[in-house]
């Protein structure tokens, strides 16, 4: 069974760093297109950052640019998402997301991590 599992959140100063990971377990035929989401109370779920399957093409939400980096490691089946320069705003949520290639019957299917909370203190 494929699972996303993420790790990396936690409770950071403005101004401070984190990194989110992001490992795909299971048996696939591939991975295609993955992202980073983030949903804070009351708003709603709002795609961060996205990179194609060979990392060659990646895209950032406006309030990210220049601060947050999108990356993978497809040896390692796992996505990244370092974080600099975190402020008060950033503070959600993060999910990330794939399109995987079902190694049973080659269809794609769209899967979500378990959620990692980020907190930034001002």
């Known amino acids: 069974q494929v699972q996303l599992v993420e790790s990396g959140g936690g409770l950071v100063q403005a101004g401070g760093s984190l990194r989110l990971s992001c490992a795909v377990s299971?048996?696939?035929?591939?991975?295609?297109?993955m992202g980073w989401y983030r949903q804070a109370p009351g708003n709603q779920r709002e795609l961060v950052a996205a990179?194609?399957?060979?990392?060659?093409?990646?895209n950032y939400a406006d309030s990210v640019k220049g601060r947050f980096t999108i990356s993978r490691d497809n040896a390692k089946n796992t996505m990244y998402l370092q974080m600099n320069s975190l402020e008060p705003e950033d503070a959600a949520v993060y999910y990330c997301n794939a399109y995987i290639v079902d190694y049973g019957d080659y269809s794609e299917y769209d899967y979500w991590g378990q959620g990692s909370q980020v907190t930034v203190s001002s």
């Open positions: 990179i194609t399957s060979d990392g060659s093409s990646t």
């Open positions: 299971g048996s696939t035929f591939g991975i295609l297109a």
